[in-house]
């Protein structure tokens, strides 16, 4: 059985940075792809990064320059580097593990940034 599990989040002001963990378990053969998504209240889950187990990560536009993503060497671990950090990033923030056409999600964290 898979387990993805986040962790890192908290209140933080604007400007500040945080870092987000999420480690992903049950998977023999690893995961092709693991990537974070947020949900603001009242808004849809939208795609923050992505990282897969080869070549460049990417960001969504809203992110680019001050997030970070990256995965440990053996790929099942994952980070989220936030700096920089604007109330607007103010979500649950989720992680998300993907093996060929499955996918997990994590239960979510919460990042709230104050002004």
């Known amino acids: 059985q898979v387990h993805v599990v986040e962790s890192g989040g908290g209140l933080v002001q604007a400007g500040d940075s945080l870092r987000l963990s999420c480690v992903a378990s049950g998977q023999t053969g690893g995961f092709d792809v693991m990537a974070w998504f947020r949900q603001a209240p009242g808004k849809e889950r939208e795609f923050v990064a992505a990282r897969r187990n080869w070549g460049s990560p990417y960001y969504a536009e809203s992110v680019k320059g001050r997030f970070t993503i990256s995965r440990t060497n053996t790929k099942n671990t994952v980070y989220l580097e936030m700096g920089s950090l604007k109330p607007e990033d103010t979500a649950v923030y989720y992680c998300?593990?993907?093996?060929?056409?499955?996918?997990?999600w994590g239960q979510g964290t919460q990042v709230t940034v104050s002004s």
């Open positions: 998300n593990a993907r093996y060929f056409t499955d996918e997990y």
